[in-house]
């Protein structure tokens, strides 16, 4: 079916509707079928994403010294007890294919003197199996399907949009649980658009955004989750939120994150007096999985009083830290730190959603023709905590699978029924705009006070307290004035942030990321959050 862009002013129909632009979402477009119209809608510039930032690498299996089983058994100790196996393997076993497929459409990784592929290893990996481009893998993938996509006639990237809600049978009041579409707000007009469509895809990446220190860019609020909540899905294990270690401590730098595969390569962790501390803690020192380590690094920051911590790599030779991290390298030097002669100052931050709206091996979520892939996703691989580059891996091989699951059932699936314009008859311009900026503030510092690493019942029950005068206070702004992208993104991210409220209320252990002194221990039976939007508001304690 072609595209209608002459349906009425600001409204168009695609077969396929992909709202987000990074690895999970051109992956999709790139593997449908030329036949297929598609839009991929993005809210900057297409390689605006958190892909383009993504340092580490690909998870995959290789190495003949490796395995699949090896693979399998990282991602499965990592994660708690809480992977679901099943979607572990599916994932490691499309791990060769998914790489040979980027090299295939040109991402150039790195390789050694015998020009084989050079592979790093990350904590939490018992082998070498991190295939990267340098250190700015993310970059090299990103800008690569970018290129691809922009040659496809049967691909129209639309930049400067924001999806408002999605379009379902149940808002149309019309039978059956089906997604048609979106309403998206034009950046560049202010009008919002109607984009109708067969199948809708959510990539629009995670929810790291709540939270005050972040690795993710700008525009990680949670979008995809807080639309898909309202349209009908589940979402599960929203508690589990990764931070980072080692994120660049400087107040110019900001969400610059300094990749894993530093410390993969000998990087030491220091105390301002320059003493190592990791072997208190685990003794994988230094490539302990990320939740041992960031809670470390906040439990010496807190009892020192220190704003941040070290991480060192001086100890190497100059040059094999100018050749393995030359984006790090650079952008430590423009704040006046050379990375080859001292130690980097860092801090924790919220990077990565490990929760999210729950898909079978399809993509496929709780509604009809809509998947969703990527960090929006949960698809059971991460379990209680996300182990290092599995992401970028995830994406591929989840985005791969809902395109060939659309082009297999797109043959049966009819045109979207009709769908009215938006409204704007009711409302009017804001004059408060200041009711935004303050709220956002208020949000990104209690959940990062009171839901971040460390956490208790009472912070929670405190933080829940707030989020729930909060909701109502932007729930009523949305009704009466204009949409803006400050007011979507605030809105997204109170939905998402009362998710993971709710779900880290309802986990009465320490597993994986989520720590509360309140319970410490693990019970016997690893079991996920899942929470349903009809029971919602009655699931938390």
Not at 405 to 417: H, L
Request: hydrophobic share 40%.
């Amino acid at each position: 079916m072609a595209c209608d862009n002459n349906l009425m002013p600001h409204s168009y129909e695609y077969d396929v509707l992909i709202i987000g632009s990074g690895a999970a979402g051109l992956t999709v477009a790139l593997n449908l079928p030329d036949h297929l119209k598609v839009a991929v809608i993005s809210k900057g510039k297409v390689s605006s994403g958190a892909t383009l930032w993504a340092q580490g690498g690909i998870a995959a299996v290789l190495d003949s010294e490796d395995s699949l089983e090896n693979h399998v058994q990282d991602t499965l100790a990592a994660g708690g007890g809480l992977c679901h196996e099943d979607a572990v393997r599916f994932t490691v076993e499309h791990g060769r294919e998914s790489v040979e497929w980027l090299v295939a459409s040109g991402v150039a990784f790195t390789r050694d003197d015998n020009a084989n592929f050079h592979l790093t290893r990350e904590g939490g990996h018992s082998h070498r199996r991190i295939i990267h481009a340098a250190d700015a893998t993310g970059q090299a993938v990103s800008m690569t399907l970018t290129g691809q996509a922009l040659a496809k006639s049967n691909i129209d990237l639309l930049e400067s949009r924001v999806a408002v809600d999605l379009i379902t049978h149940r808002k149309l009041s019309l039978p059956g649980n089906r997604c048609v579409g979106a309403y998206v707000l034009n950046l560049d007009d202010s009008h919002v658009e109607l984009i109708q469509a067969r199948f809708v895809v959510i990539a629009t990446g995670g929810a790291s955004k709540a939270y005050r220190y972040t690795s993710n860019p700008d525009g990680a609020s949670g979008d995809g989750i807080a639309m898909a909540w309202r349209a009908g899905c589940r979402a599960a294990n929203m508690e589990f939120n990764q931070f980072h270690p080692t994120c660049l401590y400087h107040p110019h730098a900001k969400s610059f994150l300094i990749t894993e595969a530093l410390r993969g390569e000998g990087g030491h962790l220091l105390l301002p007096d320059g003493s190592r501390f990791m072997h208190r803690f685990d003794k994988r020192e230094e490539l302990a999985p990320r939740d041992i380590v960031a809670r470390a690094i906040d439990h010496e920051m807190k009892r020192l009083g220190a704003d941040h911590l070290y991480l060192d790599i001086s100890h190497k030779p100059a040059e094999f830290v100018r050749n393995h991290f030359p984006t790090i390298y650079e952008k430590c030097l423009k704040f006046g730190i050379d990375m080859t002669q001292q130690a980097i100052p860092v801090v924790p931050a919220a990077h990565y959603t490990c929760g999210g709206i729950m898909t079978d091996h399809r993509a496929r979520s709780d509604v009809n023709q809509l998947y969703v892939v990527g960090e929006a996703a949960f698809t059971g691989l991460h379990g209680a905590n996300r182990m290092a580059s599995n992401s970028l891996l995830e994406c591929l091989v989840y985005g791969r699978a809902a395109a060939s699951d659309i082009a297999e059932c797109a043959a049966r699936i009819p045109p979207p029924p009709s769908a009215p314009a938006w409204d704007e008859s009711q409302v009017r311009d804001s004059d408060e705009d200041v009711v935004i900026s303050h709220n956002w503030d208020e949000l990104r510092h209690f959940m990062w006070d009171y839901v971040g690493i460390v956490r208790t019942t009472k912070r929670l029950q405190r933080a829940k307290h707030r989020i729930d005068l909060l909701n109502r206070e932007i729930g009523e702004f949305y009704s009466n004035y204009r949409v803006s992208n400050d007011l979507l993104e605030l809105r997204n991210l109170m939905t998402v942030a009362d998710l993971i409220i709710c779900s880290a209320l309802q986990r009465r252990e320490s597993r994986g990321l989520h720590y509360t002194l309140d319970f410490p221990g693990l019970l016997h039976e690893a079991r996920d959050t899942v929470l349903t939007p009809t029971s919602f508001r009655t699931q938390s304690p």
